[in-house]
């Protein structure tokens, strides 16, 4: 491996990378993170005589962080049919917009969520497809499909064929293929800003003609904050039910935001972070609203400001 100690510097690099996948994966920055942490743990506990053996540090990090990722998501399975409502990926801040707003940054310790890479594999529609994949098909999926980590080393993860994989891997494309291309940001966020001025007006009108009559709503309360438990269906009662909220919490301020990369908005109340929303937009309609309010899955968002 090189010089002593060449082994430890190169896994110590990997850890962005790691937080990435695993991110992907679980949907959880805190899962994450304490995924890619198992892995270090497991790292650190090799004798210095088998770290030097393994030539690529990052290559064995990420087998094994794919594996505690594969175990996590069958008990998370078992997890989320207990959990209280509806179960949403955690959303992610981008730090950099809350520093442009006039925030003081972040401090301390680094934040997980500050390394993930925003693009359109941690979209929330995405994310949400992804949940709907059996944990082989998801770990198949992105590390071939997203990082293209080639099938043989996918077999090592999942303990398959690389055949097995590549089919995995195609099924899991399949139901990835019946969800629309996104629509570009800039047109998106003019349908988010509008939804903003007609929600913080009151007017039911406006946000019904924004809303898609077929549109849906789901909320992510985790049983900790009052929400609804099912997802709400339909555009008029989705106006509704926004203006409602509005009525019963005075003082909210809603922001636009970036949310897991994309044009959404945020809710503060006393400034503190109490709603992240994400949106998809069709044909300047929104169609689908994801709205997170368990405080768990806010925690780097109080960090953002």
């Not at 690099?13 to 304490?34: C, F």
């Not at 990052?58 to 399975?77: E, M």
């Not at 997980?112 to 999926?141: G, K």
């Not at 994400?278 to 953002?304: M, Q």
């Amino acid at each position: 491996m090189g010089t002593v100690g060449a082994g430890a510097d190169m896994a110590a690099g990997e850890r962005r990378q790691l937080i990435n996948v695993a991110y992907r994966l679980l949907g959880s920055v805190t899962e994450a993170e304490d995924a890619v942490q198992d892995a270090y743990t497991r790292w650190y506990g090799l004798p210095r005589s088998r770290q030097e053996e393994i030539s690529s540090p990052g290559a064995w990090l990420t087998t094994v962080t794919g594996r505690i990722c594969l175990d996590r998501l069958g008990s998370a399975r078992a997890r989320r049919e207990r959990y209280v409502g509806s179960w949403l990926p955690e959303p992610l801040p981008d730090r950099t917009e809350w520093g442009h707003a006039g925030g003081a940054g972040p401090t301390g310790p680094a934040d997980p969520a500050d390394q993930i890479v925003l693009d359109e594999s941690v979209a929330t529609a995405f994310l949400v497809v992804l949940e709907s994949m059996t944990p082989a098909e998801r770990v198949a999926f992105v590390l071939h499909d997203v990082f293209r980590y080639p099938f043989a080393e996918i077999a090592d993860v999942l303990g398959r064929t690389p055949a097995a994989c590549k089919q995995l891997a195609a099924s899991a494309r399949r139901r990835v293929s019946t969800a629309r291309a996104p629509v570009p940001a800039t047109g998106r966020a003019d349908v988010v800003r509008r939804v903003k001025e007609a929600w913080e007006a009151k007017d039911v009108a406006a946000l019904v003609g924004l809303l898609d009559p077929a549109a849906v709503m789901t909320a992510d309360g985790g049983g900790m904050v009052g929400t609804v438990l099912r997802p709400v269906e339909g555009g008029a009662r989705i106006a509704q039910y926004m203006v409602a909220i509005a009525d019963m919490a005075p003082g909210l301020k809603l922001l636009e935001r970036s949310v897991n990369g994309a044009p959404g908005l945020v809710a503060e109340r006393a400034g503190v972070v109490v709603t992240v929303a994400s949106f998809d937009v069709l044909d300047g309609h929104v169609t689908r609203i994801w709205a997170v309010r368990n405080p768990e899955k806010l925690r780097p968002w109080g960090r953002a400001g």
